[in-house]
């Protein structure tokens, strides 16, 4: 396969459960044929991989890379992007907070994302760049002081360095560019673009300056370009919307900040206004959508100022609807629809992202993280196959473009 400039568009596939390679490769079979036939026949098509660390061990054990590589190749398919952020379980368990676990305090985040490097590095095609996502550093909660904080800081930005130093590497070997991709989240360490920017120009260029300039015996010039090229942003707009950041403009900071975007995550989030709603219907309806497995995080405006609970049940059992005018949740709800009965999306903000990459390279690596479909309405419902293909048309369509011209075979 050869590839032109354009958009490399995917979907994640931490939507299908699985924890091991078996699982992990069964649910590739099963999903992404049919998928590539309706949406985008006779062409290649990307995937968006997300592994756990115990499916990335097995990959790489016995042939499984090479049989997964000759899979792919006999399929028209390719992998540019991975799903790196959660290590462990993330389906049938109780994941909340221990989706940061082990943070990039560990040596054993360091081992995970140096294994999906070099996975990376096989099935990548060359010509192409190649991402990881990974943890916005840690869970902010867990630390109680500023001093604790600083140390997290500046440990994790010394790691970052050393997985630096092995996509340094990786390209001086290959010639293939990959790069970590640090993902913004509420209430992690790194939860939005202000405190992006604060790690990247306090913590990760002064520390990761320093080690690779004394490591590798280059200029602190070549060091900070090398830190620009291989760390970038994860920009997730449902974790900007939720967070109330217009996602344009985020974006447009970071560019003036020269922090590349590794790639933009497609993902909308649930918001409701009180004004003129049926309290006790809209009770019912969040009471629905809270669950014991995922973290549901709960953003509220009020005359500028913003209200925040860690899960959606902290919300529910204060019952302080009234105390802002709206209010947004961590969700990923399918990219689609709008409105979702007495609920509504931030689909908007996608729009507006869109509308800004007509004109602005922000990135060529977009990605649909919609793993939330339990919130459609009956009438909607359909088999999992036919909800992502819908989620892939409709971002055709309001990108008006053809998927062929995405990328060129």
């Given at each position: 396969?050869?590839?032109?400039?354009?958009?490399?568009?995917?979907?994640?596939t931490?939507?299908?459960?699985?924890?091991?390679?078996?699982?992990t490769?069964?649910n590739l079979?099963?999903?992404?044929?049919?998928?590539?036939?309706k949406?985008n026949?006779?062409?290649?098509?990307?995937?968006?991989?997300?592994?756990?660390?115990?499916?990335?061990?097995?990959?790489?054990a016995?042939?499984?890379?090479?049989?997964?590589?000759?899979?792919l190749?006999?399929?028209?398919?390719?992998?540019?992007?991975?799903?790196g952020?959660?290590?462990g379980?993330?389906?049938?368990t109780i994941v909340?907070?221990?989706?940061?676990?082990?943070?990039w305090n560990?040596?054993?985040?360091?081992?995970?994302?140096?294994?999906?490097?070099?996975i990376?590095?096989?099935?990548?095609?060359?010509?192409?760049?190649?991402?990881i996502?990974?943890?916005?550093?840690?869970?902010?909660?867990?630390?109680?002081?500023?001093?604790?904080?600083?140390?997290v800081?500046?440990?994790?930005a010394?790691?970052?360095?050393?997985?630096v130093?092995?996509?340094?590497?990786?390209?001086?070997?290959?010639?293939?560019?990959?790069?970590?991709?640090?993902?913004?989240?509420?209430?992690?360490?790194?939860?939005?673009?202000?405190g992006?920017?604060?790690?990247?120009?306090?913590?990760?260029?002064p520390v990761?300056?320093?080690?690779?300039?004394?490591?590798?015996?280059?200029?602190?010039?070549?060091?900070e370009?090398a830190?620009?090229e291989?760390?970038r942003?994860?920009?997730?707009?449902?974790?900007?919307?939720?967070?109330?950041?217009?996602?344009?403009e985020?974006l447009?900071?970071?560019m003036?900040?020269k922090?590349?975007?590794?790639k933009?995550?497609l993902?909308a989030?649930?918001?409701f206004?009180?004004?003129?709603?049926?309290?006790?219907?809209?009770?019912?309806?969040?009471r629905?959508?809270?669950?014991?497995?995922?973290?549901?995080?709960?953003?509220?405006m009020?005359?500028?100022?913003?209200k925040?609970?860690?899960?959606?049940?902290?919300?529910?059992?204060?019952?302080?609807?009234?105390?802002?005018?709206e209010?947004?949740?961590h969700?990923?709800?399918?990219?689609?629809?709008?409105?979702?009965g007495?609920l509504?999306?931030t689909?908007?903000?996608?729009?507006?992202?869109?509308?800004?990459?007509?004109?602005?390279?922000?990135?060529?690596?977009l990605?649909?993280?919609?793993?939330?479909?339990?919130?459609l309405?009956?009438?909607?419902?359909m088999?999992?196959?036919?909800?992502i293909?819908?989620?892939?048309?409709w971002v055709?369509?309001?990108?008006?473009?053809?998927?062929?011209?995405?990328?060129?075979?």
């Amino acid at each position: 396969m050869t590839f032109k400039k354009g958009f490399h568009l995917t979907y994640c596939t931490n939507i299908h459960p699985g924890e091991t390679w078996d699982e992990t490769f069964g649910n590739l079979k099963e999903y992404i044929p049919s998928i590539k036939e309706k949406v985008n026949p006779g062409r290649p098509f990307g995937i968006g991989l997300r592994l756990s660390d115990i499916a990335a061990r097995e990959l790489l054990a016995n042939d499984n890379l090479f049989r997964f590589r000759q899979w792919l190749e006999a399929n028209g398919l390719y992998v540019f992007t991975i799903n790196g952020f959660p290590y462990g379980g993330f389906h049938r368990t109780i994941v909340k907070d221990k989706v940061h676990l082990p943070d990039w305090n560990s040596r054993e985040r360091i081992e995970y994302t140096a294994r999906l490097i070099k996975i990376l590095n096989i099935l990548l095609p060359q010509g192409v760049e190649g991402g990881i996502s990974t943890s916005p550093v840690s869970y902010r909660h867990w630390f109680k002081t500023n001093e604790q904080m600083d140390h997290v800081l500046r440990k994790a930005a010394f790691h970052f360095a050393v997985v630096v130093e092995y996509l340094m590497q990786v390209k001086s070997e290959s010639g293939k560019v990959i790069h970590l991709d640090i993902e913004p989240e509420p209430d992690g360490i790194v939860e939005d673009t202000r405190g992006m920017i604060n790690f990247y120009n306090n913590w990760l260029l002064p520390v990761g300056v320093k080690y690779l300039s004394e490591i590798r015996k280059v200029s602190t010039q070549e060091a900070e370009a090398a830190i620009r090229e291989h760390i970038r942003v994860c920009f997730d707009v449902c974790h900007a919307s939720v967070v109330f950041e217009n996602p344009v403009e985020m974006l447009m900071r970071y560019m003036k900040e020269k922090i590349r975007i590794g790639k933009i995550q497609l993902s909308a989030a649930l918001k409701f206004r009180t004004a003129g709603t049926d309290l006790k219907d809209l009770t019912s309806k969040l009471r629905s959508l809270s669950d014991k497995i995922y973290l549901h995080q709960v953003a509220g405006m009020h005359q500028g100022e913003i209200k925040r609970y860690k899960d959606l049940p902290d919300m529910l059992n204060e019952k302080e609807f009234t105390a802002c005018e709206e209010w947004r949740i961590h969700y990923h709800v399918p990219l689609f629809l709008s409105t979702y009965g007495i609920l509504e999306s931030t689909q908007e903000d996608i729009l507006n992202v869109f509308q800004l990459l007509q004109h602005q390279s922000v990135t060529n690596a977009l990605e649909i993280e919609t793993y939330t479909w339990s919130v459609l309405p009956d009438e909607v419902k359909m088999d999992l196959t036919e909800s992502i293909v819908n989620e892939f048309k409709w971002v055709l369509d309001s990108m008006k473009v053809q998927y062929q011209n995405l990328w060129i075979k």
